[in-house]
T-cell receptor, first 114, second 115 residues
Framework: EDQVTQSPEALRLQEGESSSLNCSYT??????LFWYRQDPGKGPEFLFTLYSAGEEKEKERLKATLTKKESFLHITAPKPEDSATYLCAVQATRTTSGTYKYIFGTGTRLKVLA | DSGVTQTPKHLITATGQRVTLRCSPRSGDLSVYWYQQSLDQGLQFLIQYYNGEERAKGNILERFSAQQFPDLHSELNLSSLELGDSALYFC??????????????FGPGTRLTVL
């Protein structure tokens, strides 16, 4: 069964304490893996799209990487304003019909303490 | 501000009723996506329209329907509402129709409460 699993569910970091969030996936025909940031009560904000294993993308203190089974979102020297829920999603091909399916993980709630 | 607008912000209704949620995409965006976010199920993709045509379908119930109008705004219709339909409904828009190649911009959401 196609699945996207994010870990940990919640993470508390001290300001400046670097860490990584994990998104593991079991889908066939991956077309893209996406990272979003979501603040409470607001819509998700797009961060990155990764297309193939080995790809890396960076934005400020965030760096996303992709392997054939999982993606990591590395947060370097986080600040309190990085506190949010980080969502991972994949677009994959439905093998029976050739159409696409979109699966979201349940997110990692990150809290960065000053 | 993403440039995507959604109305209303909040909606409270009763079981069995029908409601319509409205979304206006960013200027120039041709694609509109609808999502449902509930506490127990997380964010779920419902449906996508591109330039007035249905492009992709996710976990949308038969009681739900959507359309995109010639001016590109979209409406999500929810009927025979059940308690479990209470959720945040997000609309997003993008320039093109390919989910993998286009950044999506999300609106502020409509919070639906079914009593």
């Amino acid at each position: 069964e196609d699945q996207v699993t994010q870990s940990p569910e919640a993470l508390r970091l001290q300001e400046g304490e670097s860490s990584s969030l994990n998104c593991s996936y079991t889908v066939s025909g991956l077309r893209g893996l996406f990272w979003y940031r979501q603040d409470p009560g607001k819509g998700p904000e797009f961060l990155f799209t990764l297309y193939s294993a080995g790809e890396e993308k960076e934005k400020e203190r965030l760096k996303a990487t992709l392997t054939k089974k999982e993606s990591f979102l590395h947060i370097t020297a986080p600040k309190p304003e990085d506190s949010a829920t980080y969502l991972c999603a994949v677009q994959a091909t439905r093998t029976t019909s050739g159409t696409y399916k979109y699966i979201f993980g349940t997110g990692t709630r990150l809290k960065v303490l000053a | 501000d993403s440039g995507v607008t959604q109305t209303p912000k909040h909606l409270i209704t009763a079981t069995g009723q029908r409601v319509t949620l409205r979304c206006s995409p960013r200027s120039g965006d041709l694609s509109v996506y609808w999502y449902q976010q509930s506490l127990d199920q997380g964010l779920q993709f419902l449906i996508q329209y591109y330039n007035g045509e249905e492009r992709a379908k996710g976990n949308i119930l038969e009681r739900f329907s959507a359309q995109q109008f010639p001016d590109l705004h979209s409406e999500l219709n929810l009927s025979s509402l059940e308690l479990g339909d209470s959720a945040l409904y997000f609309c997003a828009s993008s320039r093109g129709g390919d989910w993998a190649l286009n950044e999506q911009f999300f609106g502020p959401g409509t919070r639906l409460t079914v009593l």
